[in-house]
């Protein structure tokens, strides 16, 4: 199978290409040329499979330049027992006979993001192998505050590769933050950005597209990938836990074979929700993909009107990791529904960057709204939720999968869908005790990594071994930069 470019569908090149290259040069996503297709027959071996079986056999639909022998290897190291806590990587979890939630915290650094970061470095090693890459690879990422942990976590120490981390000063919560800095791995930086995520992602994906910045760069010995969600090698293991889910309600009894379940996704970057997508495209049994924003709603509005506009307040929320308002992975989504037509969506995102706004046509309005359903979730409503479901489900959640939860609700009561529907859970509550003290009724005795103790003792619900771990670790890296001087900490970086 071929990738292309969402800026250039006549560009053709290998999965392991795309991999190692992360964006395209033209500024675009690569994707791939067809989406595979699965059926009931595809579904019904994956039931008795373990989650690393299941993820090879996915994976190798998509990535025929790798061997199902390679694809085995590289699940087995990135979900085998070392890294995650939960023998089910992926948990359903029931809350009741139409509402589950799918867990997917249960790795290393307790965020979704270790779905695929555990993954992609394995991807893209084996990618510079088959590609004959002599140079190392530098991997730039922006975070809003899990992605970054994850991606170094993933690819800390692994040969011929280095990685930097933009954060927004001040953005992400006191342990995300404590989870960066203190970060080891002798290949490995951390830089925050005084501005939001918008700023950092903005200016990662300036210096992807500066040929002088390459070329200087390849002069070192160096070349660019990505580990954010702008690469394929991201997104495609994220596919498979909306199948695997799919596979889980079906083996236990939830859901008959071929019965429709919705998905609702707190998202910002639209990757997540892109997946879940992906897997609908590829023959999933999906009904309605539910997209849930906090207060930075910007996703909301563009799927009720076709608009997108980040011309809007930005908001610090208790859902660092949503506060998000230029969505990079919405641009695979619109090529898609465009018919793999590359004009409008280069139009639209020359519009994007010149005015923050576009419109979609008529036509991609209407298959944006009968596919999706987009809803918004406020700071008090937030911590209502997290309340309610600790109080009527002993069920603890954090801020984020409190989003998704709420949206949920407002979507069953605007449409009466009594559809099945999984809510997706993107970190562990830890990572957030603050607004999760606050909103179970306890007072937060002080701040970060101590108020992991309070709330285990106020709950009585295990932390993550990882999270506890954090108390007491040296911070290695307090280095920030201005936005517009991205530039020069890469260079210095890569000295």
């Given at each position: ?12 090149i ?16 690569l994707?791939p040329c067809?989406?595979?297709q699965?059926?009931e ?8 499979m373990r989650?690393?079986?299941r ?5 190798g639909?998509y ?9 085995t ?12 806590d ?10 009741d006979g139409?509402?589950h939630?799918?867990e ?19 991807l893209?090693?084996?990618?510079l ?14 975070t809003s505050?899990?992605?970054g ?8 120490d692994?040969?011929?590769?280095k990685?930097?981390?933009f954060?927004?000063?001040d ?10 800095v203190?970060?080891a ?10 501005g939001?995520f918008?700023d ?9 597209s ?14 660019l990938?990505?580990?954010n969600?702008?690469?394929w ?10 199948i ?16 429709k ?7 910002g970057?639209?990757g997540?929700?892109?997946a ?6 590829m023959?999933l049994p ?5 997209c849930?924003?906090n ?11 076709g608009?997108?506009d980040r ?7 208790m859902?660092?990791?949503?506060d998000?308002?230029?969505?990079s ?20 995102m020359?519009?994007l ?7 979609v046509?008529?036509?991609?309005r ?22 309610r479901y600790?109080r009527?489900?002993?069920y ?6 409190a989003?998704?939860?709420?949206v949920?609700d ?15 859970s ?12 606050s909103?179970?009724?306890e007072?937060p ?12 003792s ?8 990882r ?13 920030f ?6 530039d020069g900490?890469v ?5």
């Amino acid at each position: 199978m071929k990738y292309y470019s969402t800026r250039d569908n006549q560009l053709r090149i290998s999965a392991a290409e795309a991999i190692k290259m992360g964006l395209s040069r033209d500024g675009g996503l690569l994707t791939p040329c067809e989406i595979p297709q699965i059926d009931e027959a595809f579904l019904k071996k994956l039931l008795p499979m373990r989650y690393q079986d299941r993820a090879a056999a996915v994976m190798g639909l998509y990535l025929e330049d790798y061997s199902l022998q390679e694809l085995t290897a590289f699940a087995e190291n990135a979900y085998g027992p070392d890294k995650y806590d939960s023998p089910a990587v992926a948990p359903v979890r029931t809350v009741d006979g139409r509402t589950h939630c799918l867990e997917l915290w249960h790795g290393p650094t307790s965020a979704f993001k270790d779905m695929a970061l555990q993954m992609l470095p394995q991807l893209l090693s084996a990618a510079l192998r088959k590609t004959g890459e002599e140079k190392t690879v530098c991997i730039l990422v922006a975070t809003s505050g899990d992605t970054g942990k994850a991606a170094m976590e993933g690819f800390a120490d692994v040969p011929q590769t280095k990685i930097l981390v933009f954060y927004p000063k001040d953005g992400v919560s006191a342990i995300q933050e404590l989870q960066m800095v203190t970060q080891a791995g002798d290949n490995v930086g951390v830089c925050a950005v005084v501005g939001n995520f918008d700023d950092a992602q903005t200016g990662v994906k300036r210096i992807f597209s500066d040929a002088a910045m390459r070329e200087t760069l390849e002069g070192r010995g160096y070349f660019l990938s990505s580990a954010n969600s702008i690469n394929w090698g991201r997104i495609l293991p994220q596919v498979i836990y909306y199948i695997s889910a799919y596979c889980d309600l079906v083996r236990d009894g939830k859901l008959a074979m071929g019965d429709k379940v919705n998905f609702c996704v707190p998202t910002g970057n639209f990757g997540d929700i892109l997946a879940a997508y992906y897997a609908q495209r590829m023959g999933l049994p999906v009904g309605r993909l539910i997209c849930a924003s906090n207060c930075n709603d910007v996703l909301t509005d563009f799927l009720r009107t076709g608009v997108y506009d980040r011309n809007r307040p930005f908001h610090n929320t208790m859902s660092p990791s949503m506060d998000i308002l230029i969505s990079s992975n919405l641009e695979r989504l619109l090529f898609d529904l465009s018919g793999q037509d590359d004009a409008p969506v280069k139009e639209y995102m020359v519009q994007l960057a010149q005015s923050g706004r576009y419109e979609v046509s008529g036509a991609v309005r209407e298959k944006l709204q009968s596919l999706f359903w987009g809803g918004f979730c406020g700071e008090e409503d937030t911590a209502a939720t997290i309340a309610r479901y600790y109080r009527d489900h002993h069920y603890l959640i954090d801020t984020h999968t409190a989003v998704a939860a709420q949206v949920m609700d407002q979507y069953r009561r605007a449409t009466g869908d009594e559809t099945v529907t999984v809510f997706v859970s993107t970190a562990s509550p830890y990572k957030f005790c603050n607004h999760v003290l606050s909103a179970i009724g306890e007072t937060p005795e002080s701040r970060g990594v101590e108020l992991i103790g309070q709330l285990q003792s106020a709950t009585g619900v295990p932390a993550p071994s990882r999270l506890a771990e954090l108390k007491g670790k040296e911070r290695r890296f307090d280095r920030f930069t201005e936005k517009d001087g991205m530039d020069g900490v890469v260079l210095s970086f890569l000295s």
